[in-house]
Every structure is written in C-alpha cells, then in structure tokens.
C-alpha cells in the first residue's frame, strides 16, 4: 500500500474534472451533474483512505514523510517548487475530508429538490423533476469546493496551501448565496467573502515576510519549518512601527498568519460571517463547518505548529494571544447558541465554540490534543449539520402537505400567511421550517435523523467514556491542567458546560414533547440518499475517540493503547518540538465529568418535554436582559454596522466626493480643457502658419514655373534675350553702389 503515497498528488483532480465536465458539457442534465460529482469525490476517497492507512500502518511514519515535486515556478534568483507531501498530520486529514465529503455529496443529492422559496411557476421544468433550477451549477461548486479542501491538504508549500485556501474563501461565496433570490443570502456571501478577505490578507503579508526572511528564501513546508531557518527567524528581530517594540521575526510572522484561521475559523473577532453562512443550502453548512473550509482554518495551525513553537519559546506573548482568542471565541459564542432559535445557527456558534478549543489547544501546545479533536469534531458536526438539513427538510415537507390539503395551522388562517409575531423571545415566523419553535416531536415522525442526531449531540457534549468528543475535549482539558493554564481551563471548562447545555435544549425542542404545528405533525423522514449518510457516520462520532485514549486512563488505558499518540509520536521528534504529555488527573478528569453530565442533566431537565405551542423561553425568564444581550449576539454585528461599515462609508462617500466633485475630477477636467485649448491653438498654428509657408512656397513655385515656361520655346533668340537681361540686370546691380554714390 505504501505506493499509495506517491499518488498524493491526485487526490484532488477528479473532483476538479467533475467541476470542468459538469459547468461545459453536463449541465443541462441535472442527473447526471449529480453523478459525476459523486463519482468525482467517490474517486478521491477510494485513492485518500489508502493514502491513509498506508500511513497508519507503517512503522515510525512520521519520521520520514513522503514528499515529492511536481513541477516549479521561477521567482527571479530561486524558484517555488509545487508539489505534495503526505505526513502523519495530513494522512489523518485525507481520512476525516475524504469520506465526510463523500458522505456529503451523496446527501446533497437528495436534498437539493426544489426549494420552497422560490417560485414554481418560474422554474416549472425543475418543479416538475423535483429538483433546484441550479442543480447541475451546485453539484459543479460543491466539486470546486472538495478540489480546494484537498488540494490544501497534500500541498507541500505554503504557497499552494494559500492557493487552495483562496478556492475555498470564492467557493464559500458562490454557495452561501446559492440562493441568491434571498436578499439575506446574497448579504451573508458578501458578508463572508470580506470577512474572510481581512484574515487573509493579514495572513499573505506574513507569508511575504516568512518568504524574504527565510534561508534560503522558500515556501516549502520542508524549508521554512526547518529548526535551523526557525532559530534564524527567532534570532532576528524587527521594531514594530506604531507601537515602538523590538521582536522577534518568527513572532511577528507567527501572529499575522495566525490572523487567517481568526478569518477562516471564524474566531473573534471575524467569527460573525459564520453564522450568516447558514443562508446557504445545508450540505454546504455541512462542508464549511466540518469537512473543509473551518477545519482548513484549525490546520493551518497544525501544519504551522513548529513556527508556532518556536515563536512561543521566543515571545510567550504570541501563543498567550493564540490561547486567549481561543478560550474566549469558545466561550463567548457557547453563551449565544443557548439563546438562538434557528437550529443551524445554533450549530453555527457552536463550531465557532468548538473551533475556539483547537485553537487554544495550540496556544498551549497540545498539538496532539488540537489535531485529535479537529478530526472527531468533523464527524460529529457533520452529522449534527446533515440532521439538521434533513429536519429541515422533513418540517419543510409537513408544510407542504399541509397547504396542499388545504389545511391550516399555526402558518396559515383561512388561506391567508401569518406575519411573524413580535415574542419576548424573538421574532417567530411561524412558517420558518428552521426555526425550533416551529418542530417538537419529531423523534416519532423522523426515528433515523432523531437518533443519529442525538449520537451527535451526546458526542458534541463529551458525554463520558462513549464518545469520540468526550475523550478528544477532555485531552485539551487535560493539557491545560497539566500546563498550569489555569485560565485557559476553566474558560473552556464553563464552555463545556453551556455546550452540554445548549444541546440538550436543541434535542429537547426538536425532538421532544408534542409537535407544535401542524407542519412538525406532518414531517416525513428523509429519503434514504440523506439518512444513509447519517447512519455511515454515526460510527464515527462513537468510537473514533477510543483511538486516543490515554494510557494513564484507568482501566481503558491498558485495555486500549493510544493509538493516535503512538501515530504521531514519530512526526512530533521529526518536527523536533516539545508537546505535554499529561498524566492522569482527578481534576481534569471530574471537571470534564461534572459539565457535559451536568449540561445535559439542565438542559433535558428545562427542555426534555419540549415547550408549548405559545410558551416563553424559560431561560429568557430566567436571565432576563443578560438573555437578550446573548440573542442579539452581544450586539457584534450592530457594532460593526455602526462604526467600522459606518467608517467604510463614509470614508467611501469622503472619496466620493474628493474623487467626483472637489479634487481628483476637477483636476482632471481642468488639465483636459486646457489640452483642448492648447490643441486648438496648435490647430491655428498650423493652419495660418505653417500651411500658409507651405502654401505660399507652393504658390511661388508655381509663379515662377509659369513664367519661366513662356521663355522655354525653343527658339535660341529667345535665350540669348533672356541671358542679356539677366546679365544686364546684374551689370546694373552690380554699379547701382557707384552710381548713387556719383549722385
């Protein structure tokens, strides 16, 4: 199998030829679209997981990645080299990327019908098949989008890594606003687009730095993560303008690239584009926030680690700031998912919380803790995100029966739509088939998606010993404890909780109790191309964490050996970096206990028979304001709208008007009159002037040929007269002087 890995390279080529083959040739046949883009990811997988296990099966791996070139781009006195590399951290990507993604296009192909928002009798051939009116165009981006995740992960430089991370951030934006009828969507892809343009630009200034300081000068993973060029950047230094501070070069690097996972992983403060990205079809939510573009966010940290390293040993400042942002991104978006209604944006802050403890496990060094829980994360998040989309589908479904038979529930009254209703807990359209107020119930109406569903939820939880995200949350909790980051710990640890919390309430809402409208009563479970990939990834969301099981575990510690340590160890030496290895601790061990038993215990006991058709929010009672402030998100987004976009503005209408009307245009308008003048002036010149020498030389010409011609007769009387004139005249000419002188 270990000539697997030297085909790294093509793993992210056919979805990329299902993407040509589907936008020039297949688009107007919507089924086959659909089956080339399978068969497109279908293949990368059935290459990837032998790439993978031929990792996982080979001893001490680690110690000797498998890296080869493809072809280079000169860059004046070096040149770039592009090609692809396969280590113990991107074999473990190619696993978790691969299948989810598989998994998601053969959901998406059952869930992209016709949907509800747009207009049947605009799209009557789609209505009739059943399917979007774009279906074919979403099968070709959807491609695109699993090219750039893949390509980003075998990349063996830094510069095809960004490469591939800019396809995804345009994938992002073509998705999120798929449905571009909505003015909501076509907002949240711009919103995403520039949000995620900050990070990156930021991050290419660092990766421009990293490239001129490195020896030699390169964006070869293999060259600028080498310990010697990593002691040279620490060694150098640079004062920082502004702030007047001396640091080291592999610092200043290291926090302006850590700046594109603050934009890619949506962590504070560029985290408000993730929760607008739900606007977007759900496969797509399934593929940011687990498959690709969130996790690609995380993995730049971990392919990054080493500079990382180096930069906290040099300037503990930089990994304190890493950890900082990480703790409280998990904590501040954990307070607002328990206050969201709408069961994706609830997922939403909810990847935003857990993406916060990848990265603060990095600013604390708990590489193996990062990358473990990056992994187990995408399977369960994938399953929560894709059982949401098929909940979503189901109450849309009710809603459609239910009009069609002529019935009317909470959304309609004799015929007539239902406005949203103005609640104490938040706006309630009472036709939104995502919002939870709107569902109850649906455990007896839609068993698969409500089990595997609640697999996932328990496994987000951490719920104990079961679960892949018990053992993978409780590592970083673990490190944290063992690194004495004791606020680091406790944040993440309250975060836990509200993550328990806000999970037993979304269970509760939407799958408890009674339904509470008539379009939840009428659900149907999804088709089988949606509910066989939940059931295909529940397995993963259980028993992946029994793979990193610590050995100073009691009792499951000698039972089951760490594999994944044991994976990694080799690549860790290789890298020549220092990660904690805690030992056992009651601590840690209780505390992870205490909030994901003690979550759910709260949330089922607020929320496990449901709400009533009418009933408030009990914890809106309860907290009051403090509610509100986490249901309008803190307000992030109305402080941005009122001085950065407001600053935007106004500095674009400034320019405006500098532009237009006071300078620039002026300026050019006056200098294109006075050209005009100045060309007209030249045009007399030349007219009276120059043409009139012209014409006059021509007219003397012309004078003297005339009369000249009468004495050309042939007759030689005539040029012996003419001869005696001319020397007459010049005789006179000559003796004119003398002659008035004699006078």
């Known amino acids: 199998m270990e000539g697997f890995l030297n085909l790294a390279w093509f793993v992210p080529i056919p979805p990329f030829l299902a993407f040509v083959a589907i ?31 031929a990792a996982f099966t080979t001893d001490h791996f680690g110690a000797h990645p498998v890296e080869g070139q493809l072809f280079s781009i000169p860059t004046g006195a070096s040149r770039l080299w592009v090609g692809y590399q396969v280590d113990p951290a991107n074999a473990l990507m190619l696993f978790m990327s691969s299948f989810l993604l598989l998994m998601i296009f053969i959901y998406s192909r059952g869930y992209m019908t016709f949907p509800g928002h747009l207009n049947p009798a605009m799209y009557p051939v789609s209505y009739e098949q059943g399917k979007d009116p774009r279906y074919s165009r979403f099968m070709a981006y959807i491609s695109l989008f699993a090219t750039g995740m893949l390509g980003l992960v075998v990349s063996n430089s830094l510069l095809t890594f960004f490469i591939f991370w800019e396809i995804m951030g345009l994938c992002s934006y073509l998705l999120i606003g798929f449905w571009y009828e909505k003015p909501s969507a076509q907002a949240a892809s711009l919103k995403a687009f520039v949000t995620t343009r900050v990070g990156d630009v930021i991050m290419l200034i660092g990766m421009m730095f990293l490239y001129v300081h490195s020896e030699p000068s390169s964006l070869l993973f293999a060259d600028i993560l080498n310990p010697e060029n990593l002691h040279h950047l620490a060694e150098m230094t640079v004062t920082v303008p502004l702030v007047n501070v001396t640091v080291p070069w592999v610092a200043l690097i ?135 989309g098929s909940v979503i589908h189901g109450v849309e479904h009710g809603h459609h029966h239910v009009h069609e038979h002529g019935g009317h529930g909470h959304g309609e009254e004799h015929g007539h739509e239902v406005h949203p209703i103005q609640r104490p807990d938040g706006v309630l359209d009472p036709q939104d088939p ?141 890298m020549e970096v220092h990660v904690p290895h805690p030992g056992f601790d009651i601590v840690p061990l209780g505390v992870s206990l205490l909030v994901a038993l003690g979550g759910l215990a709260v949330g089922f006991a607020v929320y496990g028979r449901g709400l009533g058709a009418e009933q408030i929010d009990p914890l809106r009672k309860l907290l009051g304001p403090i509610w509100v402030l986490f249901h309008r998100k803190y307000y992030v987004d109305e402080f941005y709208q009122y001085t950065v976009i407001a600053f935007a503005r106004g ?61 050309q007769d042939g007759h030689v009387q005539a040029y012996l007269l003419l001869a005696a004139a001319t020397v007459t005249i010049w005789l006179l000419l000559k003796a004119l002087p003398v002659i008035l002188t004699l006078v």
């Not at 509470?516 to 509910?531: D, G, K, L, N, Y």
């Not at 245009?665 to 002037?689: K, T």
């Open 23 to 53: 936008i020039l040739f297949l688009n107007r046949n919507k089924e086959v679209s659909a089956l080339t883009a399978i068969g497109g990811v279908a293949l990368s997988f059935l290459l990837s997981w032998p790439i993978a296990f």
């Open 254 to 388: 290291a926090f302006l690239i850590f700046f594109g996972t603050v934009g890619k992983s949506a962590q504070f403060p560029l985290h408000v584009w993730l929760p607008d990205a739900m606007e977007g079809p759900t496969p797509v939510s399934a593929m940011i926030h687990a498959a690709t573009m969130v996790s690609a966010g995380v993995f730049l940290l971990v392919r990054m680690f080493p500079l990382y390293y180096v930069a906290g040993e040099a300037a503990p400042g930089v990994l304190n700031f890493v950890a900082f942002i990480g703790a409280f991104t998990a904590l501040f978006a954990s307070t607002i998912a328990v206050a969201q209604w709408d069961i994706k944006r609830v997922l939403a802050y909810s990847t935003i919380s857990q993406l916060g403890y990848m990265v603060a496990a990095i600013g604390i060094g708990a590489y193996v803790a990062a990358l473990f829980h990056l992994i187990t994360h995408a399977f369960f998040k994938a399953l929560l995100f894709l059982g949401s």
């Open 434 to 574: 995502q919002d939870m107020r709107n569902m109850g119930g649906l455990l007896n109406r839609m068993p698969r998606t409500a089990w595997t569903f609640i697999i996932g939820g328990l496994a987000l939880s951490g719920f104990p010993l079961v679960t892949a995200g018990f053992w993978s949350k409780d590592e970083i909790l673990a490190s944290a404890w063992y690194g004495q980051h004791y606020g680091v710990f406790w944040t993440l640890a309250i975060a836990a909780f509200l993550t328990a919390f806000y999970t037993a309430r979304q269970i509760g809402l939407t799958f408890l109790g009674e339904p509470r409208t008539e379009m939840a009563s009428h659900a149907p479970e999804s088709v089988p191309s949606m509910t066989w990939p939940l059931i295909l990834i529940s397995p993963f969301a259980i028993g992946l964490g029994w793979f990193g099981i610590p050995a100073s575990f009691p009792g499951l510690g000698a039972l089951v050996p760490n594999w994944l340590e044991h994976f990694l160890e080799p690549f860790i030496e290789y």
């Open 651 to 711: 500095l674009s209408r400034f320019l405006y008007w500098v532009d237009d009307v006071w300078v620039i245009d002026p300026i050019v308008d006056a200098i294109g009159r006075l050209a005009v003048r100045f060309a007209q002036v030249c045009a007399a010149v030349d007219r009276f002037v120059v043409d009139g020498i012209v014409n006059g030389a021509g007219w003397l010409t012309d004078w003297s040929g005339r009369a000249l011609r009468n004495v």
